[in-house]
């Protein structure tokens, strides 16, 4: 029995089930991120919420035996480290890039100074949908073990999407992400709604780091994410700001992710370290084309044109 | 205007006073949070203190871990200037230490000096066009030039893993990949009889030449017009581009430098080791120093200072290892939240400022 | 300190008195009539608490606690930098050291060698390392184990408990240290069972938990029922398979607390010995400066420098005495693993026919290729 009649189908069913798991912190951080921009705020500090909401989620799952109860505790985390980010930005004279920098740094520290606790022991994870029962090919099988986290992401996607468009609410946040100072005149806070936009949207990205250690890879490490609290930033441009398009995109970096082993599989080894690099390659380049000099893109909140 | 006063203008002093004061606070939070942990409190401190100033020995520690920062921290503080922020010193400072790896190999039969000038040139263009490439991405491509540098530290990383494991590895670095080493001779050597590689030497004298640049000629003075208002700079008729790429460049050229140091002073060759995270360490001095290079040197060494006594933290106090980037942490918010407070106390109002 | 206890807030004036006079006082009032204990600094590259190669480390140096004259302190996270250099200095000159175990890799050359150049009364341990003699200074030892033999029984049991005959292995980087656990697990699992084939992925670096888990699952979904690695610590990969529901192996540390049903054994270090041991010496004076400590510390399974982990529930008492049976064999010098011929999965003969390399013949040290029925590539461009 070899490996060599590896098909690709079991290739594709491998893609296909880590297009789904690896998409969900993707999701849950570029929807975050979608939101907060919508209202004019970029933050750039999501890797370090996510890191830090990511230890909360399996720090209290451990200690409580709840996984429900570790990603709802990563969700506030996440939500107050947010309200930390948008007062510090409303301060006159602070910059937000700056500001998103240090709360990776300060979130990163957090995260890792708490989880010296928690790299051995086990904790219960969150239980999963079984929708492959079905399926002969174990490959399949496991590609169809989905995570409920995922269909909560779809469903808040969607949400976000009528909320934005419909709802007065949404208006209003659009309003000040698009013309601060006209919405200011209408009698709008622009503070205040920036302050709940960037709150909430780190509530989301909580929820995204409780995926991490609560779901895939299901553990604590320092190195839990490379970098995949900016690149769902980088994601959210590539999206162009719409929550939809943004499930979508999701969807596509995680399979991305799941490249180098896949290509492992179909005999292309040894350039590990650049199929490594494939997926800032591939942020790098979906930038590069999404963006443009004149910085006025379709979609872009008027209030974000400026800060590069 | 310039004033030729001896006394320090209340503006001066206010620049010094609240970064001071956020300090001082973080250092009171942070010894809070130790306390809770169960450390004591001013056990903390001294334990700082004993590791990093209490004697020759421990200065020599300071020193030591100041020098990278000092560089890297240009890297992000010039560019920052011009209007630019990224923070891509780790990719810029993998970039440099690799060229100057390869620079140093090709050189080994000419004297010391010709090979480690070519090894700083290499290390400073390599590090420059990476900075200047992202500046560039966000001048003329709209691209966040914090998202791409960020990107392009894991690219860069990547590139030098992939060319230190194969085309450039010494076969005889069986567990361990690296490239050949470089021989004793054309490394950098001590300062004096310490422990202190020459790499302070660059870092200081790079803070002095920026500084000079940005303080005293007409570049520098175009720079920050560029940083402050880009229409402005625009209207008036500077060329942006060229200033902005100019000054990512040099802040790129810093890193390298720094890379460079990495390789021909401590490791004397290259491999993974020389991602050792000094590049992320120096984003953080460029902003408490509020990028601004003398007070780069001054950071670098506080800093330094603090992260020479991360070991002894662990080993005296039992506290974790990420103690240290905690603290780094607090001192990194309370510094930019105190940016706030600049212009809004009577104390420091100067009567001489122009309305 | 009790680490749960560091959750509840201790009294503010006891830990206050107690603490800060211990971080005043570097070293702990003597005794009169007591020797000062003997200091043993110990410096690992990543946390000790990884369930892989630091913890196996961090737990041979908790051994340590049963000897009253030793004191043995601990740094973690040390980067391969200026960093190391410093805090070994520290630990000599602040708190003492007169022994350093660098247990890292990295931190042999030039780190270590400049230290010890400084301090020539003090010995310095690395693991793994080579020395360049009559180059390096004298005060300076190597110590490692070769487990290939625990590879091999591993290897062995997976042969016998794998139904669908594939094994996965991830790996981190190709080098030879990781080549010869490749190559003795599959040697153990082909003796039980000829057919079986294996797939080797590397991730390209030591701790990389995300790639290791996209790793492991996807070597679950080509068919691999038996999953082991060699990463800094290969927990994920054995969380992986306890949650795919295949079986797994362990390395460097015993890993079945993550995978309590499906996990089957592992091969583990026990530095244990190795620190003790050297203690002792010391203690007696002994050093190897002066030739009285042995340069090169080496052990086997034999000598105990490594150890099979306790069996998992799944292994049935068959399978656990053909193990016990083998391992016997391999303790008495019946039986050995690398016996010719071998041919690597590129057709070329790596161990000719008739010949017998034993697993401390220094020609395995430049190991370069993988066993054939393997599939995967050593490939540096």
């Known amino acids: 029995m070899h490996f060599n009649s590896v098909n690709l189908w079991v290739v594709a069913a491998a893609l296909l089930g880590a297009a789904i798991r690896g998409s969900i912190p993707y999701m849950f951080v570029s ?72 709360m990776v740094v300060f979130g990163s520290g957090l995260a890792f100074f708490f989880g010296k606790q928690f790299v051995a022991p086990m904790a219960p994870q969150l239980p999963v949908l079984e929708f492959g029962k079905w399926a002969s090919n174990p490959a399949l099988r496991a590609a169809l073990r989905i995570s409920p986290l995922f269909f909560l992401g779809i469903v808040t996607a969607f949400v976000l999407h009528y909320a934005l468009k419909y709802t007065r609410w949404g208006l209003h946040v659009r309003a000040v992400g698009d013309a601060p100072e006209a919405a200011r005149s209408m009698g709008i806070s622009a503070r205040q709604h920036r302050l709940i936009a960037t709150t909430i949207g780190a509530t989301l990205a909580g929820i995204g780091g409780a995926h991490l250690t609560l779901y895939f890879p299901g553990i604590w490490s320092e190195g839990i994410s490379g970098g995949q609290g900016l690149m769902a930033v980088a994601l959210v441009i590539f999206a162009r700001w719409s929550p939809l398009r943004c499930l979508a995109v999701s969807l596509f970096f995680g399979g991305a992710q799941a ?42 909140p008027g209030a974000l044109a400026g800060r590069g | 205007m310039k004033r030729h006063s001896m006394i320090p203008s209340p503006r001066s002093i206010e620049s010094v006073a609240i970064p001071a004061i956020a300090f001082l606070l973080a250092m009171a939070l942070f010894g809070g949070f130790c306390v809770f942990w169960g450390a004591p409190f001013w056990g903390v401190f001294s334990s700082i203190y004993r590791a990093g100033f209490g004697s020759w020995y421990s200065w020599q520690n300071s020193l030591l871990r100041a020098a990278p920062l000092m560089l890297c921290g240009l890297c992000t503080a010039l560019p920052a200037r011009a209007g630019i922020i990224t923070v891509g010193n780790e990719g810029a400072f993998v970039m440099g230490g690799l060229a100057a790896a390869a620079a140093g190999l090709a050189t080994q039969s000419a004297p010391a000096w010709v090979s480690l000038s070519s090894m700083a040139v290499a290390g400073i263009i390599a590090g420059g066009l990476w900075i200047a490439l992202a500046a560039g991405l966000q001048h003329y491509r709209g691209v966040n030039a914090v998202i791409s540098s960020l990107l392009m530290n894991y690219i860069a990383i990547a590139f030098m893993l992939q060319l230190v494991e194969g085309p450039m590895r010494d076969p005889g670095s069986l567990n361990f990949p690296a490239t050949y080493p470089i021989s004793p001779s054309h490394q950098l050597g001590r300062l004096f009889n310490s422990r202190v590689h020459m790499g302070l030497v660059f870092g200081v004298v790079a803070s002095l030449l920026v500084w ?25 008729g500077l060329p942006l581009g060229a200033i902005i790429l100019t000054a990512s460049f040099i802040g790129g050229g810093c890193a390298g430098l720094a890379g460079m140091v990495e390789v021909a002073a401590v490791h004397g060759r290259a491999s993974h080791a020389i991602a050792a995270g000094y590049g992320y360490a120096g984003i953080l001095v460029a902003f408490l120093s509020r990028q601004s290079p003398l007070r780069i040197v001054i950071v670098s060494l506080i800093l330094g200072a603090v992260i020479a006594s991360g070991g002894s933290l662990q080993r005296d106090l039992d506290l974790p290892d990420a103690s240290i980037a905690v603290f780094e942490g607090i001192v990194f918010l309370l510094i930019l939240a105190s940016e706030t407070l600049y212009g809004r106390f009577e104390f420091f109002r100067d009567t001489r400022d122009a309305f | 300190m009790n680490k749960s206890s560091q959750f509840t807030r201790r009294g503010f004036i006891t830990s206050l008195t107690m603490a800060g006079t211990a971080a005043a006082f570097a070293k702990p009032p003597l005794l009169k009539g007591v020797e000062p204990p003997l200091v043993m600094g110990f410096l690992y590259g990543g946390p000790k608490n990884d369930l892989g190669y630091n913890q196996s480390h961090a737990d041979g140096k908790q051994r340590l606690t049963s000897l009253p004259f030793v004191k043995a302190i601990d740094e973690s996270n ?8 410093e805090s070994m200095r520290d630990m000599i000159h602040q708190d003492g050291a007169r022994v350093i175990f660098a247990t890292s890799y990295g931190y042999l050359d ?24 009559g180059i390096d200074p004298p005060n300076i030892g190597i110590y490692f184990g070769f487990i290939d033999e625990v590879e091999y029984l591993a290897g062995l049991t997976a042969g016998l408990m794998t139904r ?47 790639r290791e888990a996209e790793a492991a699952s996807s070597l679950a979904d080509q068919g691999a029922d038996v999953l082991t690695g060699h990463t800094g610590s290969p927990r994920v990969i054995v969380q992986v398979a306890e949650r795919r529901g295949i079986w797994a192996t362990g390395y460097q540390f015993d890993q079945s607390v993550v995978a309590p049903h499906r996990f089957l054994t592992g091969a583990e270090w026990s530095w244990g010995v190795v620190y003790k041991r050297y203690a002792q010496m010391i203690h007696e004076g002994k050093s190897v400066t002066n030739g009285t400590i042995p340069r090169r510390m080496t052990g086997t399974l034999k000598d105990q420098f490594c150890r099979l982990s306790p069996f998992g529930p799944a292994v049935t008492p068959a399978i656990r005495n053909k193990v016990a049976q083998v391992q016997e064999q391999l303790l008495n010098g019946s039986q050995t693993i690398y016996q010719g011929q071998l041919r690597d999965n590129r057709g070329r003969i790596v161990v000719p026919a008739g010949k017998t390399l034993s697993i401390e013949d220094p020609s395995l040290d430049g190991m370069n290729w993988l066993l054939e029925g393997i599939e995967g590539e050593v490939k540096y461009l």
């Open chain 1, 31 to 102: 929807l975050g991120e979608c939101l907060t921009e919508k209202s004019g705020r970029i933050n750039l500090g999501m890797e370090g919420i996510l890191l830090m909401s990511a230890m909360t989620a399996f720090a209290v799952s451990q200690r409580t035996g709840s996984p429900w109860l570790g990603a709802l505790t990563a969700a506030i985390v996440g939500g107050i480290l947010g309200l930390l980010h948008g007062s510090l930005t409303e301060l006159p004279g602070v910059n937000d890039i700056a500001a998103g920098v240090a």
């Open chain 1, 259 to 300: 490249l180098d082993p896949s290509l492992q599989a179909l005999g292309f080894g040894g350039f590990y370290h650049l199929l490594n690099a494939s997926p800032y390659v591939l942020t790098l380049i979906l930038m590069i084309v999404s963006c443009s000099r004149s910085r006025k893109l379709i979609g872009m």
């Open chain 2, 212 to 236: 000079f640049l940005l303080e005293r000629t007409v570049w520098g003075m175009k720079v920050k017009v560029v940083g402050g208002n880009s229409r402005t700079a625009s209207l008036v």
């Open chain 3, 78 to 85: 040390i980067t391969e930098t200026v960093a190391v250099e």
């Open chain 3, 110 to 133: 030039p780190f270590v060698l400049r230290v010890a150049r400084e301090s020539p009364d003090v010995q310095f341990f690395h693991c793994g390392g080579s020395y360049r003699e």
């Open chain 3, 164 to 210: 669908t005959g594939r094994l996965g292995f991830v790996a981190a980087k190709p080098i030879p240290q990781v080549l010869r656990n490749i190559n003795s697990f599959m040697l153990g699992a082909r003796s039980v069972n000829p057919s079986v084939s294996m797939k080797v992925l590397f991730t390209g670096d030591w701790v990389l938990p995300l």
